[in-house]
């Protein structure tokens, strides 16, 4: 599907919401390829209904969004952060999403949406709030080890080179693998999730992602690979 028919579907779909039809008339006469990651991060409705496609894996809505994932692709190689960084990600979390993490430890996980983090670590954790404000949920803390000079590693995204965010502000991108390291519960009662960002080739990763690979070029969908692995939901031993 190309842009011109993705906007005649949303338009159809919000047409009696004013400020939805404004943000589409808007991206018909200004979005082009080389901001298209400026496009995402001004989280809008398309931003919300992209994200919530890649958490629920609605593939008929990822096949609505091919043109602009396909320009994502080609942006990332040229605002991909080049050094090593320590960054965090402060997330409230169901006590099954944490039981999920818990079993994980020591096994390579990849996220099914884009990843926002920081390199500033207080004001990851500023996000958490108080643990009385969210007992019905747990408060996590994402410690991720990310070098991007590992052969094969998915790049992540300095978003000071794309917009207005702090220069601590990063995305990591669909698709990117991690090792589970640890998971901890401190006195403050933070669970704490360290992880290191992994290459594609590491450890017994690479059959599966072939394994996968393989199945996603059998369905011939147009889409990439992530989404195959999204649906696979498998984890394997670091």
């Known amino acids: 599907m190309s842009k011109p028919e993705f906007i005649c579907k949303y338009h159809e779909q919000y047409k009696d919401n004013r400020n939805c039809q404004k943000i589409l008339d808007e991206s018909e006469k200004e979005y082009s390829s080389d901001y298209s990651l400026r496009w995402y991060t001004r989280e809008t409705f398309l931003y919300r209904s992209l994200n919530r496609a890649l958490r629920v894996q609605d593939i008929d809505t990822l096949f609505l969004f091919r043109f602009f994932i396909h320009d994502r692709d080609k942006q990332l190689g040229r605002w991909r952060h080049s050094s090593h960084v320590q960054v965090y990600r402060g997330q409230l979390m169901s006590t099954e ?54 052969a094969n590693v998915k790049p992540f995204v300095d978003l000071s080179s794309i917009r207005y965010f702090p220069e601590d502000h990063f995305l990591m991108v669909i698709g990117s693998i991690s090792c589970i390291q640890k998971v901890y519960l401190d006195e403050n009662q933070i669970w704490f999730i360290e992880m290191i960002l992994c290459g594609n080739n590491d450890g017994d990763l690479q059959d599966m992602l072939s394994h996968m690979d393989q199945q996603y070029h059998q369905k011939n969908m147009g889409l990439t690979w992530e989404t195959s692995m999204m649906q696979e939901n498998t984890y394997v031993d670091c």
């Open 97 to 150: 999403e944490l039981t999920v993490l818990k079993k994980s430890k020591g096994k390579f996980v990849s996220i099914n949406s884009f990843f926002s983090i920081s390199s500033n670590r207080d004001m990851a954790l500023s996000y958490l709030g108080s643990h009385d404000a969210h007992q019905l949920v747990h408060r996590i803390l994402f410690e991720i080890d990310a070098d991007p000079t590992k």
